[in-house]
């Protein structure tokens, strides 16, 4: 799995108690927004069979915003591989790091850690706030899963959330 | 069985953005289905926020997670860089703590 806000929602889950198909359920859900950006940038990148399935791997949400930033398509696919592979190398590298080193940590609670969590994922959610619809939904989508948290098992207030919204978007709105 | 689930979810994740490159464009097009799939993640990260900043299991608390949120909004209003964000709400967590 290589796309930020679906390993943290997935890890988040199961830290919070959940099941792991919850978890691996939001993860999936969250991952949705990535074929989106791959129908972007399949015209864009013109990629055919292995150079495909490797592609798709880097379809992310910094590949698809430094691709399309770009007005000359052989930029666009430069600049595609490029963050892919640096964000690749360093991603993993980083994880590789984390898991080492959560062994000399006896507890993360001391250090604050089990405040990062909802720091990055609200990081993760600035960007996507521009305006006053995201801006709303987002407070409703909090709301909705503080109020069903006590009453359903723990990773599943995410995908009522998720039900929530999509139904809002596809029939909640005129067209 | 976890790992059932780590890989079931890679998988997943991985097919979505391999669909995105591979699949007919129309299918995609649909403007309803443009329109809520970006929807999905904002709700879904809002709903992470507010659930991993007021409870512990099933149940609803208050603690010193909720003051670190709150350094966390002031720093994304701010502008400020991701490891700037969440730095910050750890160590005003771990600071309350040692009060």
Known sequence: MFTGASQFALVGVIGAGGSVWAGAATAALLGSRNALYGLRLASLLDVRGVRRVAAAQFVLDETTAMAIARDDPRQSRFAFWATGFALFTFWNLGTLAGALATHALSNPKLLGLDAAPPAAFLALLAPRLRSREPLAIAIAAAAVAIVVLPFVPAGVPLLIVALLVSLYGLFGRAA | ?99
């Open chain 2, 1 to 99: 069985m976890i790992w059932a689930g780590v890989l079931i979810a890679s998988a997943s994740c991985y097919a979505l953005k391999l669909a995105g490159l591979s699949l007919p464009q129309r299918w995609l097009q649909d403007p309803r289905v443009q329109r809520t799939v970006p929807l999905i993640p904002i709700a879904l990260l809002a709903a992470l926020v507010a659930t991993q900043t007021f409870s512990t299991g099933q149940h609803l608390v208050l603690d010193v997670r909720a003051a670190a949120l709150v350094v966390a909004i002031v720093a994304v209003v701010l502008r400020a860089p991701f490891l700037v964000v969440v730095a910050a709400a750890s160590l005003t967590a771990a600071l309350l703590r040692l009060l």
